[in-house]
Protein backbone atom coordinates (compact mmCIF):
# COMPACT_ATOMS: atom_id res chain seq x y z
CA UNK A 1 0.00 0.00 0.00
CA UNK A 2 1.53 3.44 -0.71
CA UNK A 3 1.97 5.93 2.06
CA UNK A 4 0.89 9.10 2.59
CA UNK A 5 3.26 11.32 0.82
CA UNK A 6 3.04 15.17 2.46
CA UNK A 7 5.64 16.87 -0.14
CA UNK A 8 7.81 18.29 0.67
CA UNK A 9 7.97 18.21 4.65
CA UNK A 10 6.22 20.92 7.17
CA UNK A 11 6.07 23.00 9.15
CA UNK A 12 3.82 25.29 7.35
CA UNK A 13 3.98 29.64 7.16
CA UNK A 14 0.00 31.30 5.86
CA UNK A 15 -0.17 34.56 5.68
CA UNK A 16 -3.28 36.65 4.79
CA UNK A 17 -4.42 40.15 3.83
CA UNK A 18 -7.78 41.58 2.78
CA UNK A 19 -8.22 42.94 -0.73
CA UNK A 20 -10.31 44.41 -3.13
CA UNK A 21 -12.42 41.27 -4.67
CA UNK A 22 -10.73 40.63 -7.78
CA UNK A 23 -13.83 39.23 -10.92
CA UNK A 24 -13.74 35.63 -10.18
CA UNK A 25 -12.66 34.60 -13.54
CA UNK A 26 -10.09 36.75 -14.31
CA UNK A 27 -8.80 36.20 -11.30
CA UNK A 28 -9.24 32.13 -11.75
CA UNK A 29 -7.53 32.52 -15.29
CA UNK A 30 -4.81 34.42 -13.71
CA UNK A 31 -3.64 31.94 -11.23
CA UNK A 32 -1.97 28.30 -12.16
CA UNK A 33 -3.30 24.99 -12.50
CA UNK A 34 -3.46 22.73 -10.35
CA UNK A 35 -6.49 25.14 -9.38
CA UNK A 36 -9.52 24.13 -7.06
CA UNK A 37 -12.97 26.03 -6.48
CA UNK A 38 -15.07 25.13 -4.10
CA UNK A 39 -18.69 27.23 -3.68
CA UNK A 40 -21.47 26.28 -1.07
CA UNK A 41 -24.30 27.81 -0.08
CA UNK A 42 -23.15 28.56 3.60
CA UNK A 43 -19.26 28.75 2.99
CA UNK A 44 -17.23 30.97 1.16
CA UNK A 45 -16.37 31.18 -2.13
CA UNK A 46 -12.53 30.22 -2.49
CA UNK A 47 -10.19 29.74 -5.67
CA UNK A 48 -6.87 27.98 -4.89
CA UNK A 49 -4.05 27.12 -7.05
CA UNK A 50 -0.86 25.64 -6.81
CA UNK A 51 0.35 23.23 -4.59
CA UNK A 52 2.06 23.69 -0.81
CA UNK A 53 1.81 20.30 0.43
CA UNK A 54 -0.21 17.24 -1.25
CA UNK A 55 -1.54 14.35 0.24
CA UNK A 56 -2.38 11.57 -1.19
CA UNK A 57 -3.32 7.63 0.08
CA UNK A 58 -4.93 4.85 -1.11
CA UNK A 59 -6.56 1.40 0.04
CA UNK A 60 -8.75 1.01 2.92
CA UNK A 61 -6.81 2.94 5.70
CA UNK A 62 -7.09 6.44 2.68
CA UNK A 63 -9.44 8.25 5.40
CA UNK A 64 -6.94 7.61 8.10
CA UNK A 65 -3.87 8.28 6.51
CA UNK A 66 -5.27 11.34 4.62
CA UNK A 67 -6.18 12.81 8.35
CA UNK A 68 -2.95 11.94 9.78
CA UNK A 69 -0.94 13.94 7.09
CA UNK A 70 -2.97 16.62 7.83
CA UNK A 71 -2.51 16.59 11.36
CA UNK A 72 1.26 16.69 10.82
CA UNK A 73 1.23 19.56 8.49
CA UNK A 74 -1.45 21.57 10.25
CA UNK A 75 0.90 20.75 13.59
CA UNK A 76 3.51 23.01 12.90
CA UNK A 77 1.56 25.91 11.69
CA UNK A 78 2.78 29.19 11.94
CA UNK A 79 -0.66 30.64 10.65
CA UNK A 80 -1.31 34.21 10.96
CA UNK A 81 -5.22 34.51 9.24
CA UNK A 82 -7.31 37.99 9.81
CA UNK A 83 -10.72 35.72 9.18
CA UNK A 84 -11.24 32.35 9.77
CA UNK A 85 -12.61 31.61 6.37
CA UNK A 86 -9.11 32.52 5.03
CA UNK A 87 -7.43 30.22 7.19
CA UNK A 88 -5.16 27.69 5.06
CA UNK A 89 -7.09 24.46 3.96
CA UNK A 90 -6.65 21.03 2.47
CA UNK A 91 -8.76 20.84 -0.58
CA UNK A 92 -9.75 17.73 -2.17
CA UNK A 93 -11.36 14.32 -2.61
CA UNK A 94 -11.86 10.81 -2.46
CA UNK A 95 -12.48 8.15 -4.68
CA UNK A 96 -15.88 6.30 -5.09
CA UNK A 97 -15.00 2.56 -4.69
CA UNK A 98 -11.71 1.83 -2.62
CA UNK A 99 -9.47 0.53 -5.06
CA UNK A 100 -11.50 2.25 -7.90
CA UNK A 101 -9.58 5.20 -10.04
CA UNK A 102 -8.35 3.92 -13.02
CA UNK A 103 -8.06 4.38 -16.79
CA UNK A 104 -9.25 7.11 -18.66
CA UNK A 105 -10.80 9.99 -18.03
CA UNK A 106 -9.50 9.55 -14.03
CA UNK A 107 -5.62 8.97 -14.53
CA UNK A 108 -5.16 12.56 -12.49
CA UNK A 109 -7.12 11.61 -9.91
CA UNK A 110 -5.80 9.41 -7.25
CA UNK A 111 -7.82 7.25 -4.51
CA UNK A 112 -7.50 10.09 -2.19
CA UNK A 113 -5.67 13.50 -2.82
CA UNK A 114 -6.08 16.61 -1.01
CA UNK A 115 -3.91 20.12 -1.40
CA UNK A 116 -2.45 22.70 0.20
CA UNK A 117 -2.81 25.59 -1.94
CA UNK A 118 -0.06 28.15 -2.29
CA UNK A 119 -2.67 30.61 -2.60
CA UNK A 120 -6.01 30.58 -1.64
CA UNK A 121 -8.10 33.63 -2.73
CA UNK A 122 -11.70 33.62 -0.44
CA UNK A 123 -15.17 35.67 -1.05
CA UNK A 124 -16.64 35.69 1.81
CA UNK A 125 -19.47 37.72 3.52
CA UNK A 126 -16.71 40.06 5.33
CA UNK A 127 -14.87 40.53 2.18
CA UNK A 128 -12.17 39.46 -0.15
CA UNK A 129 -8.98 37.88 1.15
CA UNK A 130 -5.54 36.47 -0.17
CA UNK A 131 -4.05 33.75 1.87
CA UNK A 132 -0.34 32.64 0.89
CA UNK A 133 0.58 28.91 1.97
CA UNK A 134 4.38 27.70 2.06
CA UNK A 135 5.76 24.61 3.03
CA UNK A 136 9.00 22.83 3.62
CA UNK A 137 12.16 25.27 2.34
CA UNK A 138 9.99 27.79 0.99
CA UNK A 139 8.36 28.16 4.79
CA UNK A 140 10.32 31.39 5.39
CA UNK A 141 7.88 33.76 7.14
CA UNK A 142 10.00 37.09 5.12
CA UNK A 143 9.51 35.05 2.10
CA UNK A 144 6.02 34.40 2.24
CA UNK A 145 5.15 38.20 3.14
CA UNK A 146 6.66 38.63 0.00
CA UNK A 147 4.66 36.68 -1.78
CA UNK A 148 2.00 37.74 -0.35
CA UNK A 149 2.74 41.65 -1.67
CA UNK A 150 3.62 40.36 -5.19
CA UNK A 151 -0.11 38.18 -5.00
CA UNK A 152 -1.95 40.72 -4.06
CA UNK A 153 -0.12 43.46 -6.70
CA UNK A 154 -1.10 40.87 -9.51
CA UNK A 155 -4.42 40.61 -8.06
CA UNK A 156 -5.16 44.36 -7.58
CA UNK A 157 -4.21 44.45 -11.96
CA UNK A 158 -7.09 42.67 -13.02
CA UNK A 159 -9.84 44.90 -12.27
CA UNK A 160 -12.81 44.34 -9.73
CA UNK A 161 -15.87 41.79 -9.72
CA UNK A 162 -18.09 45.14 -10.47
CA UNK A 163 -16.13 45.80 -13.73
CA UNK A 164 -17.19 42.89 -15.49
CA UNK A 165 -20.71 41.91 -16.63
CA UNK A 166 -22.41 38.30 -17.74
CA UNK A 167 -22.10 39.23 -21.53
CA UNK A 168 -18.26 39.34 -21.73
CA UNK A 169 -18.19 35.54 -21.11
CA UNK A 170 -17.08 33.02 -23.39
CA UNK A 171 -20.46 31.64 -25.32
CA UNK A 172 -21.44 27.67 -23.93
CA UNK A 173 -18.81 25.44 -26.55
CA UNK A 174 -21.80 23.20 -27.93
CA UNK A 175 -21.29 19.50 -28.41
CA UNK A 176 -20.13 18.32 -31.63
CA UNK A 177 -20.45 14.25 -30.70
CA UNK A 178 -21.49 11.91 -27.58
CA UNK A 179 -21.40 8.45 -26.66
CA UNK A 180 -23.11 6.64 -23.69
CA UNK A 181 -21.54 4.08 -22.10
CA UNK A 182 -24.40 1.67 -21.34
CA UNK A 183 -27.30 1.07 -24.48
CA UNK A 184 -30.79 1.08 -23.20
CA UNK A 185 -31.24 -2.80 -23.69
CA UNK A 186 -28.15 -3.22 -21.31
CA UNK A 187 -29.57 -0.57 -19.01
CA UNK A 188 -33.30 -2.23 -19.46
CA UNK A 189 -31.50 -5.89 -17.95
CA UNK A 190 -29.45 -4.20 -15.31
CA UNK A 191 -31.68 -2.38 -13.97
CA UNK A 192 -34.51 -5.74 -13.95
CA UNK A 193 -30.98 -8.11 -12.68
CA UNK A 194 -31.29 -5.58 -9.90
CA UNK A 195 -34.89 -5.54 -9.11
CA UNK A 196 -34.68 -9.35 -8.98
CA UNK A 197 -32.40 -9.58 -6.98
CA UNK A 198 -34.13 -6.87 -4.29
CA UNK A 199 -37.29 -8.89 -4.58
CA UNK A 200 -35.72 -11.95 -3.72
CA UNK A 201 -34.24 -10.38 -0.36
CA UNK A 202 -30.38 -10.27 -1.43
CA UNK A 203 -30.24 -6.70 -1.77
CA UNK A 204 -32.84 -3.59 -0.78
CA UNK A 205 -31.52 -0.82 -2.73
CA UNK A 206 -28.79 -0.30 -4.96
CA UNK A 207 -27.70 3.02 -7.23
CA UNK A 208 -26.78 2.21 -10.51
CA UNK A 209 -25.24 5.33 -12.79
CA UNK A 210 -24.51 5.59 -16.19
CA UNK A 211 -22.19 7.69 -18.17
CA UNK A 212 -21.75 9.92 -21.37
CA UNK A 213 -19.00 11.38 -23.20
CA UNK A 214 -19.35 14.62 -25.05
CA UNK A 215 -16.90 15.88 -27.75
CA UNK A 216 -16.90 19.35 -27.66
CA UNK A 217 -17.16 21.77 -30.34
CA UNK A 218 -15.39 24.56 -28.72
CA UNK A 219 -12.67 24.71 -26.03
CA UNK A 220 -14.06 24.20 -22.46
CA UNK A 221 -14.80 27.33 -20.99
CA UNK A 222 -13.67 26.59 -17.42
CA UNK A 223 -14.11 29.92 -15.83
CA UNK A 224 -17.41 31.17 -17.31
CA UNK A 225 -18.88 27.33 -16.64
CA UNK A 226 -18.65 27.65 -13.19
CA UNK A 227 -19.91 31.63 -13.04
CA UNK A 228 -22.61 29.83 -14.75
CA UNK A 229 -23.14 26.67 -12.48
CA UNK A 230 -23.38 29.38 -9.70
CA UNK A 231 -25.91 31.52 -10.88
CA UNK A 232 -28.22 28.47 -11.74
CA UNK A 233 -27.19 26.45 -8.29
CA UNK A 234 -26.71 28.96 -6.10
CA UNK A 235 -28.04 26.66 -3.19
CA UNK A 236 -25.80 24.13 -4.15
CA UNK A 237 -22.18 23.09 -3.59
CA UNK A 238 -19.98 24.17 -6.29
CA UNK A 239 -16.47 22.27 -6.74
CA UNK A 240 -14.05 21.85 -9.38
CA UNK A 241 -10.63 19.82 -9.26
CA UNK A 242 -7.88 20.42 -11.69
CA UNK A 243 -5.22 18.32 -10.37
CA UNK A 244 -2.64 19.48 -13.67
CA UNK A 245 -1.59 22.35 -15.69
CA UNK A 246 -4.17 22.41 -19.00
CA UNK A 247 -5.41 18.99 -17.96
CA UNK A 248 -8.71 17.56 -16.40
CA UNK A 249 -10.67 19.00 -14.52
CA UNK A 250 -13.63 17.01 -12.00
CA UNK A 251 -16.43 19.87 -11.38
CA UNK A 252 -20.48 20.46 -10.58
CA UNK A 253 -22.74 21.29 -8.87
CA UNK A 254 -24.81 18.96 -6.40
CA UNK A 255 -27.74 19.50 -4.43
CA UNK A 256 -26.07 16.93 -1.91
CA UNK A 257 -23.69 17.38 1.05
CA UNK A 258 -22.35 14.43 3.12
CA UNK A 259 -21.33 16.21 6.14
CA UNK A 260 -20.09 19.72 7.50
CA UNK A 261 -18.87 19.82 11.09
CA UNK A 262 -18.10 23.01 12.68
CA UNK A 263 -17.07 22.24 16.43
CA UNK A 264 -19.46 19.25 17.80
CA UNK A 265 -21.69 20.57 15.28
CA UNK A 266 -22.95 18.28 12.09
CA UNK A 267 -25.11 19.20 9.30
CA UNK A 268 -26.03 16.18 6.92
CA UNK A 269 -28.50 15.70 4.61
CA UNK A 270 -30.53 12.66 3.42
CA UNK A 271 -31.74 13.14 -0.83
CA UNK A 272 -32.89 10.73 -2.22
CA UNK A 273 -36.37 10.15 -4.44
CA UNK A 274 -36.32 12.02 -7.50
CA UNK A 275 -39.27 13.85 -9.73
CA UNK A 276 -39.43 16.11 -12.77
CA UNK A 277 -40.02 20.00 -12.61
CA UNK A 278 -43.38 21.34 -14.47
CA UNK A 279 -44.13 23.33 -16.80
CA UNK A 280 -45.67 26.17 -14.61
CA UNK A 281 -45.80 26.95 -10.64
CA UNK A 282 -48.85 24.37 -10.72
CA UNK A 283 -47.84 21.81 -12.24
CA UNK A 284 -44.32 22.03 -9.87
CA UNK A 285 -46.57 21.94 -6.87
CA UNK A 286 -48.57 18.74 -8.16
CA UNK A 287 -45.15 17.24 -9.16
CA UNK A 288 -43.85 17.75 -5.83
CA UNK A 289 -47.10 16.61 -3.59
CA UNK A 290 -47.13 13.81 -5.65
CA UNK A 291 -43.41 12.85 -4.88
CA UNK A 292 -44.17 13.69 -1.14
CA UNK A 293 -47.04 10.52 -1.41
CA UNK A 294 -45.33 8.41 -3.32
CA UNK A 295 -44.48 5.10 -1.10
CA UNK A 296 -41.63 3.77 -3.91
CA UNK A 297 -39.71 7.01 -3.57
CA UNK A 298 -40.36 7.36 0.25
CA UNK A 299 -39.25 4.04 0.82
CA UNK A 300 -36.12 5.09 -1.32
CA UNK A 301 -35.83 8.17 0.87
CA UNK A 302 -36.04 6.60 3.96
CA UNK A 303 -33.06 3.64 3.86
CA UNK A 304 -31.04 6.62 3.17
CA UNK A 305 -32.23 8.89 5.98
CA UNK A 306 -32.49 5.54 8.66
CA UNK A 307 -28.72 4.53 7.28
CA UNK A 308 -27.26 8.14 7.94
CA UNK A 309 -28.82 8.57 11.60
CA UNK A 310 -27.67 5.10 12.33
CA UNK A 311 -24.28 5.97 11.01
CA UNK A 312 -24.34 9.01 13.25
CA UNK A 313 -25.74 7.34 16.27
CA UNK A 314 -21.95 6.15 17.53
CA UNK A 315 -20.71 9.45 17.53
CA UNK A 316 -23.73 11.19 18.55
CA UNK A 317 -24.70 13.17 21.94
CA UNK A 318 -28.16 13.97 20.35
CA UNK A 319 -29.30 13.50 16.49
CA UNK A 320 -32.48 15.79 15.24
CA UNK A 321 -33.95 15.44 11.26
CA UNK A 322 -35.65 17.99 10.31
CA UNK A 323 -38.58 17.51 8.57
CA UNK A 324 -38.57 15.71 5.30
CA UNK A 325 -39.90 18.25 2.58
CA UNK A 326 -39.14 18.73 -1.68
CA UNK A 327 -35.72 20.08 -2.48
CA UNK A 328 -36.61 22.30 -6.07
CA UNK A 329 -33.67 22.86 -8.34
CA UNK A 330 -33.71 23.71 -12.19
CA UNK A 331 -34.47 20.22 -13.56
CA UNK A 332 -35.52 17.63 -10.78
CA UNK A 333 -37.14 17.93 -7.23
CA UNK A 334 -36.00 15.35 -4.60
CA UNK A 335 -37.03 14.00 -1.64
CA UNK A 336 -34.71 16.11 1.04
CA UNK A 337 -34.44 15.49 4.81
CA UNK A 338 -31.86 17.90 6.31
CA UNK A 339 -30.69 16.24 9.37
CA UNK A 340 -28.42 17.96 12.41
CA UNK A 341 -26.68 16.29 15.43
CA UNK A 342 -24.16 17.40 18.17
CA UNK A 343 -21.18 15.11 18.75
CA UNK A 344 -20.65 13.24 22.04
CA UNK A 345 -16.78 14.20 21.53
CA UNK A 346 -13.95 15.94 19.69
CA UNK A 347 -13.93 14.33 15.93
CA UNK A 348 -12.21 14.97 13.13
CA UNK A 349 -14.44 15.33 9.78
CA UNK A 350 -12.78 12.94 7.81
CA UNK A 351 -13.68 10.17 10.53
CA UNK A 352 -17.41 11.16 9.57
CA UNK A 353 -16.90 10.92 6.09
CA UNK A 354 -15.11 7.71 6.20
CA UNK A 355 -18.60 6.45 8.29
CA UNK A 356 -21.01 8.07 6.17
CA UNK A 357 -19.38 7.28 2.67
CA UNK A 358 -21.63 6.03 0.49
CA UNK A 359 -24.39 6.70 1.89
CA UNK A 360 -27.55 4.49 0.16
CA UNK A 361 -28.11 8.28 -2.02
CA UNK A 362 -25.54 6.67 -3.96
CA UNK A 363 -24.33 3.01 -2.56
CA UNK A 364 -27.05 1.09 -1.65
CA UNK A 365 -28.00 -1.83 1.35
CA UNK A 366 -26.50 -3.54 2.21
CA UNK A 367 -23.13 -1.58 1.39
CA UNK A 368 -20.88 -4.35 0.67
CA UNK A 369 -23.46 -6.39 -1.80
CA UNK A 370 -24.91 -2.97 -3.14
CA UNK A 371 -20.89 -1.85 -4.00
CA UNK A 372 -20.37 -5.38 -5.32
CA UNK A 373 -23.15 -5.01 -7.00
CA UNK A 374 -21.93 -1.37 -8.77
CA UNK A 375 -18.64 -2.89 -9.55
CA UNK A 376 -20.41 -5.94 -11.54
CA UNK A 377 -22.64 -4.11 -13.19
CA UNK A 378 -21.35 -0.19 -14.22
CA UNK A 379 -19.69 -0.42 -17.44
CA UNK A 380 -17.11 2.38 -16.50
CA UNK A 381 -14.89 3.52 -13.29
CA UNK A 382 -16.98 6.00 -11.18
CA UNK A 383 -13.52 7.49 -10.02
CA UNK A 384 -14.89 10.73 -8.09
CA UNK A 385 -18.25 10.59 -9.39
CA UNK A 386 -20.52 10.00 -5.97
CA UNK A 387 -17.46 10.53 -3.59
CA UNK A 388 -16.97 12.66 -1.29
CA UNK A 389 -14.95 16.40 -1.92
CA UNK A 390 -14.34 18.95 0.21
CA UNK A 391 -11.82 21.27 2.43
CA UNK A 392 -10.68 19.85 6.17
CA UNK A 393 -8.45 22.90 8.44
CA UNK A 394 -6.84 22.34 11.32
CA UNK A 395 -9.03 22.26 13.90
CA UNK A 396 -10.49 19.05 12.07
CA UNK A 397 -13.96 21.00 10.88
CA UNK A 398 -14.50 21.12 7.26
CA UNK A 399 -17.32 20.51 4.89
CA UNK A 400 -17.88 17.78 1.85
CA UNK A 401 -20.46 17.47 -0.83
CA UNK A 402 -21.01 13.94 -2.71
CA UNK A 403 -19.79 14.65 -6.16
CA UNK A 404 -23.00 14.14 -8.06
CA UNK A 405 -24.15 16.30 -11.38
CA UNK A 406 -20.60 16.45 -12.40
CA UNK A 407 -18.17 15.62 -15.11
CA UNK A 408 -14.55 14.99 -15.69
CA UNK A 409 -13.69 17.77 -18.59
CA UNK A 410 -10.65 17.79 -20.99
CA UNK A 411 -9.91 21.45 -23.08
CA UNK A 412 -12.05 19.25 -25.61
CA UNK A 413 -14.36 16.85 -23.93
CA UNK A 414 -16.11 16.05 -21.31
CA UNK A 415 -17.38 12.81 -19.55
CA UNK A 416 -20.50 13.20 -17.32
CA UNK A 417 -22.03 10.85 -14.42
CA UNK A 418 -25.71 10.33 -13.21
CA UNK A 419 -26.84 7.21 -11.29
CA UNK A 420 -30.51 6.30 -10.18
CA UNK A 421 -31.44 4.57 -6.76
CA UNK A 422 -33.31 0.88 -7.51
CA UNK A 423 -35.90 -0.49 -4.80
CA UNK A 424 -38.18 -3.14 -5.83
CA UNK A 425 -40.84 -1.73 -7.59
CA UNK A 426 -38.66 0.32 -9.94
CA UNK A 427 -39.04 0.60 -13.94
CA UNK A 428 -35.91 0.69 -16.46
CA UNK A 429 -37.27 3.06 -18.44
CA UNK A 430 -38.52 5.49 -15.84
CA UNK A 431 -35.26 5.27 -14.36
CA UNK A 432 -33.60 5.75 -17.68
CA UNK A 433 -35.39 9.21 -17.60
CA UNK A 434 -33.88 9.89 -14.44
CA UNK A 435 -30.64 9.55 -15.64
CA UNK A 436 -31.20 11.91 -18.39
CA UNK A 437 -32.76 14.54 -16.13
CA UNK A 438 -29.65 14.47 -14.01
CA UNK A 439 -27.17 15.18 -17.09
CA UNK A 440 -29.33 18.17 -17.65
CA UNK A 441 -27.40 20.75 -14.79
CA UNK A 442 -23.92 19.50 -16.62
CA UNK A 443 -25.55 19.05 -20.20
CA UNK A 444 -27.01 22.24 -20.09
CA UNK A 445 -23.42 24.33 -19.37
CA UNK A 446 -21.91 22.33 -22.77
CA UNK A 447 -24.49 22.40 -25.32
CA UNK A 448 -24.65 26.05 -26.88
CA UNK A 449 -27.88 28.23 -26.85
CA UNK A 450 -28.27 28.35 -30.51
C1 LIG B 1 -26.91 9.32 -7.93
C2 LIG B 1 -27.42 10.52 -8.18
O1 LIG B 1 -28.37 11.12 -7.42
C3 LIG B 1 -28.80 10.52 -6.21
C4 LIG B 1 -29.98 9.66 -6.41
C5 LIG B 1 -31.27 10.14 -6.26
C6 LIG B 1 -32.47 9.26 -6.57
O2 LIG B 1 -32.26 8.13 -7.01
O3 LIG B 1 -33.61 9.71 -6.42
C7 LIG B 1 -31.49 11.44 -5.79
C8 LIG B 1 -30.45 12.22 -5.38
C9 LIG B 1 -29.10 11.66 -5.24
O4 LIG B 1 -28.96 11.14 -3.97
C10 LIG B 1 -26.94 11.34 -9.34
O5 LIG B 1 -27.43 12.46 -9.53
O6 LIG B 1 -26.06 10.86 -10.09
Redesign the pocket.
Known amino acids: MERVRSSPAPPLVSRTTGIDAPAFAAAFDALPAPRMTWNAPDDALVLASGEAATLTADGPDRFAEIRAGADELFDSGDVHAGTEAARPRLFGGFAFHEGGCDGDPWEPFPEARFVLPRVQVTFADNGAWLTVNAVGAEADPDAVEARLAEERDRLAGLGEASDVSAADRPPRPGIAATRRTTSREAWRESVEAAVDRIRGGDLRKV?L?QALEADLAATFPRAATLDRLAEKYPDCHRYYFEPDAGGSAFFGATP?RLVALRGRTVETDA????TGRGETPAEDEWLAQELLDDDKNVH?HELVADTVREQLEPFAASISPGERRVRRLATVQ?LHTPITAELSADRHVLELVEALHPTP??GGLPPDRALETIHDTEPFDRGWY?APVGWIDAAGNGAFAVA??SAVATPRRATL?????LVADSDPDLEWDEVQL?YRPILDELEDEG
Open positions: VAELAGTEHAVAIRFAGVGK
